[in-house]
T-cell receptor
Framework: GNSVTQMEGPVTLSEEAFLTINCTYT??????LFWYVQYPGEGLQLLLK?????DKGSNKGFEATYRKETTSFHLEKGSVQVSDSAVYFC?????????????FGTGTRLKVLA | NAGVTQTPKFQVLKTGQSMTLQCAQD?????MSWYRQDPGMGLRLIHY???????DQGEVPNGYNVSRSTTEDFPLRLLSAAPSQTSVYFC??????????????FGPGTRLLVL
């Protein structure tokens, strides 16, 4: 079945550092890929998504490119801020009946220090 | 729009007690789902619904019941709470179910502690 693997956290960075959070997936067909963010005490919010190979999703300075050849969707940001401290979830949704359910990774906690 | 709302925010139960976690959305969304979030496990799907009167099991359905009598509401029932059900529960909804990649909207969560 479909699955998502993302890097273990926590990740601790200084403000303005470069961020990469790795995410790889296993799926048949052509799934859509998502990054969700969860701020302390809140529910998840969609950060960005990509629905086909080579698509780049971007939002709030974050980017991720759908790489089918490496089955990856790594999250990057060039310069993190303290306000980016949160838990980040990679997720996948299949494109065929029976695989529409979202599959989430385990989450990566990011802490940005001033 | 209020979006997806959940009540209560926090609940303590004793083993064997029952309770209902409420979830409502005002966006006329067809698809609704319940997840539990546990440390190191990410989000796991408990039950989901693709429309009023239609529900199905997710990855971890045991010990939970759901029903969907209206488009707006999707309550989650714990019939006899167990300590293993201590978790944070999230309700989510999206406009439709199918090949179109609809964004899921999440509620703020219910933190449940079973003693």
């Amino acid at each position: 079945g479909n699955s998502v693997t993302q890097m273990e956290g926590p990740v601790t960075l200084s403000e303005e550092a470069f961020l990469t959070i790795n995410c790889t997936y296993t799926a048949t067909g052509y799934p859509s890929l998502f990054w969700y963010v969860q701020y302390p005490g809140e529910g998840l919010q969609l950060l960005l998504k990509a629905t086909k190979a080579d698509d780049k999703g971007s939002n709030k300075g974050f980017e991720a490119t759908y790489r089918k050849e490496t089955t990856s969707f790594h999250l990057e940001k060039g310069s993190v801020q303290v306000s980016d401290s949160a838990v980040y979830f990679c997720a996948l949704r299949g494109d065929t009946s029976g695989t529409y359910k979202y599959i989430f990774g385990t989450g990566t906690r990011l802490k940005v220090l001033a | 729009n209020a979006g997806v709302t959940q009540t209560p925010k926090f609940q303590v139960l004793k083993t064997g007690q029952s309770m209902t976690l409420q979830c409502a959305q005002d966006m006329n969304h067809e698809y609704m789902s319940w997840y539990r979030q546990d440390p190191g496990m990410g989000l796991r799907l408990i039950h989901y619904s693709v429309g009023a009167g239609i529900t199905d099991q997710g990855e971890v359905p045991n010990g939970y019941n759901v029903s969907r009598s209206t488009t707006e509401d999707f309550p989650l029932r714990l019939l006899s709470a167990a300590p293993s059900q201590t978790s944070v529960y999230f309700c989510a909804s999206s406009y439709s179910w199918g090949p179109i990649q609809e964004t899921q909207y999440f509620g703020p969560g219910t933190r449940l502690l079973v003693l």
